[in-house]
C-alpha cells in the first residue's frame, strides 16, 4: 500500500444506543475488528456514519476514536462534508490535527451548485494541506462530478483520486482519458467487479461492516483479475450489495450486522426502521453469504 486510498476502505456504521446516543467504545472496537479481518482503512464520518445527524462534538470524537483504534499502517480517511466550504475545511484541518493521511470530500451539498462553485468549494478544503479524494454522489449531491469537472480539479491539484458512485461503469474510462493519473476508486458496493476489472486501486465500501471475509476476498481475487474465484464470491454477495445503493443502505447494513454476529443497531431520525418485506430480503441475503462462509471452512471432523 503505497497510497492510503487504497485497498478496501470501509465507510463505517456508527453504533447507537436505543436512546441514540453513540456508543464510542464499540465504534472503536468495530474498528480494530476490521483491521484484524483484513480491511485495508475506514472511512468514518462519511453518510452511512450519519454525519448529518452528529454534533460538532460527537464528530470530532468519532475522528479521534478510529484513530485511536487503528493499527499502524491502517488509514483512517474521515468523510469531511459539510453545507459551507469554510466548515469543510475546518473538519480537513480537525483530521490533518487528529493524524489522517487524507479526507473524503463531496461537493457542496445544500444546492445544486454549478462548475465554478464546485471549483472553490475545493480550492478553499485544499487550504488544509491534505490529500483529497473526492465524493461523487449526484443522486444524494444533485452535483455531478463529471470527468470534465474531475479532471480540472485534478489538474489544479486539488484531488487525487475519486470515490465514483454513479454506477456508471463507463465512467472510470472516461475519467482515465481526460485525467491520467487520477485514481478512481469504487464506491458503490454493486459495481465493484466492473471497477476493480477498470483497475480501480480502491473500493470504499459498506458491507464489509458486516461480512469482511468474504468481500474482502473478493475484492483481492478481483483486483488480481481472478475471475474464477471473484466471479462466484460476487454473485453470491451481489443480492445484498445492491442494498448499498439504495436509500434505505444505512439501515440494511446495520442490520447485516446484526445477523452477522456484529452490533449495527438502530439509527437515528429520520431515518426509521426497515419495512417487515425489506428485513426478509437483507435477512435472506445475509445468511447466504454467511452460509457459504462456513461451507469454506476447513472440517476439523477427526482432528481430535
Known amino acids: 500500500m503505497n497510497k492510503p486510498w487504497h485497498g478496501v476502505l470501509v465507510a463505517t456504521a456508527l453504533p447507537m444506543t436505543d ?31 450519519e454525519y448529518p445527524t452528529l454534533t460538532v462534538e460527537e464528530r470530532a470524537r468519532v475522528v479521534r476514536t478510529a484513530v485511536d483504534a487503528a493499527p499502524d499502517g491502517f488509514t483512517v480517511m474521515p468523510g469531511v462534508a459539510a453545507y459551507g466550504a469554510a466548515e469543510a475545511r475546518r473538519w ?16 457542496p451539498n445544500a444546492y445544486r451548485a454549478d462548475e465554478r462553485a464546485v471549483l472553490a468549494h475545493y480550492r478553499e478544503v485544499a487550504k488544509a494541506g491534505l490529500p483529497i479524494v473526492a465524493y461523487n454522489n449526484p443522486i444524494d ?76 476476498e473478493f475484492w483481492r481475487a478481483a483486483s488480481a483479475g481472478d475471475l474464477a474465484t471473484a466471479l462466484p464470491l460476487y454473485r453470491v454477495l451481489h443480492p445484498l450489495l445492491r442494498w448499498d445503493s439504495r436509500v434505505e443502505f444505512v439501515q440494511a447494513i446495520k442490520l447485516s450486522m446484526d445477523i452477522a454476529g456484529r452490533y449495527g443497531g438502530p439509527c437515528r431520525q429520520p431515518r426509521v426502521p426497515l419495512t417487515p418485506e425489506h428485513e426478509a430480503a437483507v ?5 447466504r453469504v454467511l452460509a457459504e462462509e462456513r461451507s469454506e471452512q476447513p472440517s476439523t471432523e477427526g482432528l481430535s
Not at 472496537?29 to 468514518?44: D, F, I, S, Y
Not at 480537513?92 to 461537493?107: F, K, R, T
Not at 482515465?176 to 466492473?194: H, K, M, Q
Not at 435477512?283 to 445468511?287: D, F, I
Open 92 to 107: 480537513a484541518e480537525q483530521a490533518a490535527e487528529a493524524g489522517c493521511p487524507a479526507v473524503m470530500l463531496l461537493p
Open 19 to 49: 436512546r441514540g446516543e453513540i456508543d464510542f467504545e464499540r465504534f472503536g472496537t468495530h474498528v480494530a475488528w476490521l483491521a484484524e479481518n483484513g480491511c485495508h482503512g475506514v472511512t468514518p464520518n462519511g453518510s452511512l456514519g
Open 141 to 216: 449531491t444533485k452535483v455531478d462530478l463529471v470527468p470534465e469537472l474531475l479532471a480540472e480539479l485534478y489538474q489544479e491539484g486539488l484531488i487525487v483520486a475519486v470515490k465514483e458512485f454513479t454506477g456508471d461503469v463507463r465512467r472510470p474510462y472516461r475519467i482515465a482519458e481526460l485525467a491520467p493519473g487520477l485514481e478512481v476508486l469504487c464506491g458503490a458496493d454493486d459495481v465493484a467487479l466492473e471497477l476493480a476489472i477498470a483497475g480501480s486501486p480502491g473500493w470504499i465500501a459498506g458491507f464489509p461492516n458486516a461480512l469482511p471475509k468474504s468481500t474482502v
Open 283 to 287: 435477512r435472506q441475503a445475509t445468511e
